[in-house]
């Protein structure tokens, strides 16, 4: 497609700018660079003021950026806000703003939005509030900027909202800057996830599923009308995969205008020796915890696996990935001793004190019942992965094959037993799976393939289909499964066959294995996809021109 129309200003908004909460932190940062370096100080991101009093660790404020606009917002808006740099590469311009005051608000605003959009704001609950409100003034600000710096229709402005808490911004912009060209990105249907969190199959019985009617049902009713609206309302409506294009265009109503696909920056991989030496630090680590978990040593070279991401027990496979874990278990032929790291973070009191105090004396002295966890449950009893390894018959004995590890903590590098971030650990894995039934992209999987790190994926992943549209084998570097809404003891299988296939492979077989995975890898970096972000742009432009003639 041939670009006409070059962007001049690009504002984005999300909940996680500065403030990591998933995989769309990880989009947004590692784009910025890439984008910043056509737009300059052009771009600027805008995120909710989380932490308020607090250091922010994402952000660093600036006393002079922006500082007469700064007082005009709140001046003109009553609306206070933070101006300065997002600490990741590129350091591109943020705003963070206290929404608070529109509080007081949000039922003048609801009722607003009900008269333009439609949107059934009366049904809401738990956080739609405030990501509204978050979202509500997203759009004051962008329209401040507009204002204060002069724009004109002769500058090419952008706004772009990510997932349905930054609709309302949207709907402001529409409606008070016309000029301003709009962008919706749905990473994730709100209605989608909830059906498969639900446990009702998406997939087989998709094109006879009404979105309207499942929000009923599923009393998600607010989230639901928001981000239809939304996608409807903009200049340009993306998600980030062909799956969830299918399901945006039968629950949501609409076809995505573009698909965008997740890209990353690799410059947070180490290069050449430092690659060497992390590698075996992360290893080093893996095994230190390990013996001491299990009070005796691991074999010589034991094979480390790891799954990752949000504890969603159905929608990210971790429940498939135990279930072939099992099968594997009881294959007679398994040669290699295989460790298990379930890196989830749930409900924790804390690290394992006497865990930690074992690691400190660097020596095999921890005698507990618990060989699993590395922090403190707080209900061991009904957690899901605990009650899939008691089910299961999973006791971490030194003659079993397979040993599983449950690091239920953020590792951040303070986690009090690792003390590495997961970056720091990934590098270390020989394998990673990620047996996904519900996943829009899937960052975890192309993490590890950056790290050249070889993994298991399904095509019920953005990611997966991305890498193959059909089932392939691991020796890709990428093993792609076929997942479907009734076959999740086939997908088990699956895994364990590759993971058996992987066991048995030489020292050379791997190495090509890991070479392959980074190709992989190479093909998803931002210089690749960042076309379609630009043909976005155009698209956007080009309607906001249209609907102003």
């Not at 933070?82 to 929404?99: E, K, N, S």
């Not at 639901?224 to 409807?232: F, L």
């Not at 399904?458 to 009734?486: A, C, K, M, N, Y």
Request: charged share 20%; net charge negative; hydrophobic share 40%.
């Amino acid at each position: 497609m041939q670009q006409t129309l070059k962007v001049d200003y690009v504002f984005e908004t999300s909940w996680e700018v500065c403030n990591m909460v998933g995989g769309i932190y990880t989009v947004l940062s590692t784009r910025a660079a890439t984008l910043q370096a056509h737009l300059q100080d052009k771009l600027i991101f805008i995120g909710p003021d989380v932490w308020q009093d607090a250091v922010n660790p994402y952000f660093k404020e600036s006393t002079e950026l922006l500082e007469g606009w700064k007082a005009y917002v709140l001046e003109k808006y009553s609306l206070k806000i933070r101006v300065g740099r997002w600490t990741i590469p590129g350091m591109p311009v943020a705003v963070l703003v206290d929404f608070s005051p529109l509080m007081d608000k949000k039922n003048q605003i609801y009722g607003e939005i009900w008269q333009q959009e439609g949107v059934e704001s009366l049904y809401a609950y738990g956080d739609y509030d405030e990501a509204s409100m978050f979202g509500y003034s997203t759009g004051l600000i962008i329209e401040s900027y507009y204002i204060y710096y002069k724009l004109t229709a002769k500058q090419q402005v952008v706004a772009h909202f990510n997932e349905w808490m930054t609709t309302f911004g949207a709907f402001y912009i529409k409606s008070h800057v016309p000029a301003i060209a709009t962008i919706f990105t749905t990473h994730a249907t709100s209605i989608g996830r909830s059906i498969a969190g639900n446990k009702k199959p998406l997939y087989d019985y998709l094109k006879a599923y009404n979105g309207n009617q499942m929000a009923q049902e599923l009393n998600m009713v607010a989230k639901h009308s928001t981000e239809r609206a939304g996608a409807h309302a903009v200049d340009c409506f993306t998600t980030v995969s062909d799956i969830t294009g299918v399901e945006s265009e039968q629950l949501l109503e609409i076809k995505p205008h573009v698909i965008t696909p997740n890209g990353f920056e690799d410059d947070f991989v180490p290069k050449g020796k430092a690659f060497t030496a992390a590698r075996e630090s992360a290893r080093v680590a893996l095994r230190n915890v390990a013996e001491v978990l299990f009070n005796y040593n691991l074999t010589a070279n034991p094979l480390f696996v790891c799954t990752a991401g949000r504890y969603e027990y159905k929608n990210k496979g971790i429940d498939t990935f135990i279930d072939g874990l099992k099968i594997l278990s009881q294959n007679s032929e398994l040669e290699r001793e295989i460790v298990v790291f379930i890196m989830v973070p749930a409900h924790i009191s804390g690290m394992r004190k006497d865990l930690a105090k074992a690691i400190e004396k660097d020596h095999l002295q921890l005698n507990s019942w618990n060989k699993f966890t590395t922090h403190e449950l707080y209900d061991y009893e009904h957690d899901n992965v605990m009650s899939a390894l008691r089910w299961h018959g999973f006791n971490n004995n030194e003659e079993d094959k397979i040993k599983i590890i449950f690091v239920p903590s953020y590792l951040n590098g303070a986690d009090g037993i690792f003390n590495k971030s997961y970056y720091d650990l990934l590098i270390g894995m020989d394998l990673s799976v990620f047996a996904s039934y519900y996943e829009p992209w899937g960052y975890t999987p192309l993490e590890s393939v950056a790290f050249s790190v070889p993994t298991i994926t399904t095509d019920l992943s953005g990611f997966g289909q991305w890498v193959s549209p059909v089932p392939q084998d691991i020796e890709q570097g990428v093993g792609v499964i076929h997942r479907s809404d009734f076959n999740s003891s086939e997908v088990s299988q699956s895994i364990a066959n590759m993971m058996f296939k992987f066991q048995k492979m030489n020292a050379t077989e791997i190495k090509s294995l890991r070479k392959n995975a980074s190709i992989i890898a190479e093909k998803a970096l931002w210089k690749h996809f960042i076309q379609y972000y630009e043909q976005a742009y155009h698209l956007a432009l080009t309607n906001k021109n249209l609907r102003n003639k």
